[in-house]
């Protein structure tokens, strides 16, 4: 019997699995207690969960907000099996009345299950996979004005499994990795108030950012802002932004790929949305075997007549290949919109 280290072929994202064979021919697939990619933690085998698509039964007024705006918001799912607190936009690609949630985001990543919480448990009596699943849901905005980031980097999985046990504490908050080369562990949350100072300075213990020598820090008691800033060997690598988070997309872009502090050190602590210096925001990663972000992609669009060349030319969806039909979406949108305009 031989044991091959090999990927689940189910959708694409590349959790790890064993195929067991014998003589040639398979005998067995189990799911691999290690990832057999990288450091995504979503590849541990057995971290899949399912897809959720959902009717929406009655028009909940989180549906009319988000349509009206196209931006993320808090959204709370429920159906007759459980609720979820998540990020919802509305999007050009569903129907109306209807949402989807994608798999892979259980709860060792979200608070909560992630859609399975919405779904039933079945799966299929042979592989262990789940089907894809539909189910009635109604979603309705969730109130939670208080939000919180922590970008930590340096030993960034085991500062991502610490903060683990504390998702559950929240209505909303999640755990995950960005970045190909310096990998950031990125907690998000958000509730309905703020968390106490005695919290905070625990989680600031736990993620050693509590050095006041080599940490850069501001208070706003009255309006319950609290940053904390670390910097190590003139490089970023950890931030704590509590109460006001305009800064998060651009500080985790920067230490994604080594963010100088001098370079920025006059507006790390400022409520500052736009990238210092002009630095162009990268914007959701499309592409997280290699990194690509989505507007990498729209910019390399114009300049490019067709998919193999955009590939050629980003590499984007060259590896695991689930991000592809995401891509092609972009190409095709941008190849219409052309058309038209
Ligand atoms: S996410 Fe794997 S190739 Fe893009």
């Known amino acids: 019997m031989t044991e091959t280290k090999s990927i689940c072929c189910y959708c694409g994202v590349g959790c790890g699995v064993i195929v067991e064979s014998d003589d040639g021919r398979v005998t067995g697939v189990w799911k691999a207690a290690r990832p057999v990619a990288r450091h995504e933690p979503h590849r541990h085998g057995g971290e899949t969960v399912r897809s959720c698509r959902g009717a929406i039964p009655r028009h909940g007024p989180g549906r009319h907000a988000a349509a009206r705006t196209g931006e993320w918001r ?4 429920n159906s007759r099996r459980g ?3 998540i990020k ?3 999007s050009s690609e ?3 009345a209807q949402t989807f949630l994608p798999m892979h985001w259980g709860g060792n990543f979200l608070s909560g299950f ?6 039933v448990a079945a799966i299929d009596p042979v592989s262990g996979q789940p089907e894809l699943k539909h189910a009635a849901v109604q979603v309705e905005k969730a109130d939670l004005p208080w939000q919180m980031v922590v970008l930590r980097k340096n030993n960034e999985l085991s500062h991502l499994l610490k903060v683990q046990p504390l998702l559950a504490r929240f209505p909303y908050a999640s755990v995950g990795l960005v970045g190909q080369d310096e990998p950031v562990m ?3 949350v958000a509730a309905e108030s703020p968390v106490d100072g005695a919290w905070l300075a625990e989680l600031d213990r736990l993620l050693e950012i509590d050095d006041d020598l ?6 706003d008691t009255r309006r319950g802002i609290s940053k904390r800033i670390l910097v190590c060997d003139g490089e970023v690598v950890a931030a704590r932004l509590s109460g006001e988070i305009a800064a998060y997309e651009w500080l985790k872009d920067g230490m994604a790929k080594g963010l100088p502090v001098e370079a920025v050190r006059a507006w790390l602590l400022a409520p500052l949305a736009a990238p210092p210096f002009g630095a162009v925001q990268r914007g959701r990663i499309v592409c997280n075997c290699l990194n690509v972000a989505e507007n990498e992609i729209q910019g390399a669009l114009a300049a490019t007549p067709d998919f193999a060349g955009l590939q050629e030319k980003l590499k984007c969806g060259t590896q695991c290949g689930s991000c592809v039909p995401g891509i092609k979406r972009m190409f095709n949108q941008h190849r219409i919109a052309g058309a038209t305009s």
Do not use: D, K, P, W
């Open 83 to 85: 609720e979820i607190v």
């Open 114 to 119: 992630g859609c399975n919480a919405l779904t």
């Open 94 to 96: 569903l129907q109306t």
């Open 74 to 77: 808090f959204c709370q799912g």
């Open 88 to 90: 919802v936009r509305a």
């Open 214 to 219: 080599s940490a850069m820090a501001y208070h």
């Open 186 to 188: 990125v907690l998000r």
